[in-house]
């Protein structure tokens, strides 16, 4: 993390980790996340369902283990975790152990059964579920200068922004990797700090936009990314904690072939989005690079194929049920509309879900890494991704 300059100037990160997380940051806040932004948990009690479903389905996967743990990152007030432990099945409740990993204080009234961590436990068997937690990772913003040189974006507590510092070492190559690939990343000569100028908006920015014969292909000038590793290695970290079993993250994200040119780092106040100011009043956040964050054995699907192999479909009852059975035929109609928002294409059936097997039984000495991706495949397959459609899992 760099250091704060003079003047207030600091880089995206640290801001927005003081503004989020400090002692006066946002997430420290009585309301949370729900009276701010309205995630899938909020939508309706189906998600909880569906992971609950996922949850036993990884049960069986790895035999149904004497202690199932469900960690619950980013658990907000804890409404997944005890939406998830309400929607499972008595054989599978009398074995689960619901953690909820969260740096704000454990509210009150909060079912006992579900602990409460600042950190995900070590060494359980299980699911760990991320919704929408990487998106309030902080990162850096990088900013193409003048001269097509990524810079660190500055910014002061009222949101004020500046170019700084060459991006260099660790970040540099994540940017050439994931974000501008081949992107010369080295300090221009006289380059200082100076303000940042708002990039138009009217049409994409090409990665190679100031490249020739023999030079490295730099973006043009405005053009931002997002600077994902500290995600990466929040994700990597966050895995390494699942001893056997199954981690997910969902999140609204892009892939490399398609990453917004003027990245989305922006705010949200009150269900509303809005600037991004780094002093406590509004949540800080920025799509995801989840294809970075993939580690061997990973997948990427849809929340719509995802949620579909769960049994959540927004299919309208039939009818007849209407005459039949009102009552009935009221209720499938609401659960029918909660099931469209959440595969909603264009909405939250766009967003990503990372699937990452954890732990499997060894595989033959013979062919290890063979052996282990079969256990690794059959393990998502089993567990969720059952007559999935290849195009839904882009």
Known sequence: MRRAERGGWRGWREAAEEALYGPSGFYRGPVGPAGHFRT????????????????????????????????????????????????????????????????????????????????????????????????????????????????????????????????????????????????????????????????????????????????????????????????????????????????????YAHSAAGRPPFGTLTGFREGRETRPVPDGSCDITAHVALDACVLPGGRLVTQRAALRALGVSGERPPLALASSDPAAYVRALAGAGAAAELTAPGGLGDFRWLLQPVGLPDASKDAPAEADARLRDALIRDALLVDVPDHEEQ
């Open 40 to 251: 899938s948990v909020h939508a309706s009690p189906l998600f909880a369902g569906a992971v609950a479903r996922l949850l036993c389905r990884v049960d069986a996967a790895l035999g149904r283990p004497e202690s199932l743990a469900f960690v619950d990152m980013a658990a907000g007030r804890g409404e997944l975790v005890t939406g998830v432990l309400a929607a499972l099945p008595a054989d599978v409740a009398s074995r689960a152990q619901g953690y909820a990993v969260e740096r704000a204080d454990r509210p009150a009234g909060l079912d006992r059964r579900i602990t409460w961590l600042p950190e995900p436990p070590e060494g359980v068997t299980g699911l760990l579920f991320a919704n929408e937690w990487l998106d309030n990772v902080p990162v850096d913003v990088a900013e193409a200068g003048p001269d097509g040189v990524p810079r660190l974006v500055l910014v002061r507590g009222d949101g004020t922004e500046r170019l700084g510092e060459a991006v260099t070492g660790a970040d540099a190559e994540w940017l050439r990797r994931w974000w501008w690939p081949g992107v010369r990343t080295g300090r221009a000569p006289g380059a200082g700090a100076r303000p940042v100028r708002a990039p138009s908006r009217e049409a994409p920015v090409p990665p190679g936009a100031r490249s020739g014969p023999g030079v490295p292909p730099t973006p043009a000038e405005g053009a931002r990314a997002e600077i994902g590793l500290p995600r990466d290695l929040a994700w990597a970290a966050a895995v390494s904690t699942l001893g056997r079993g199954l981690a997910v993250a969902v999140d």
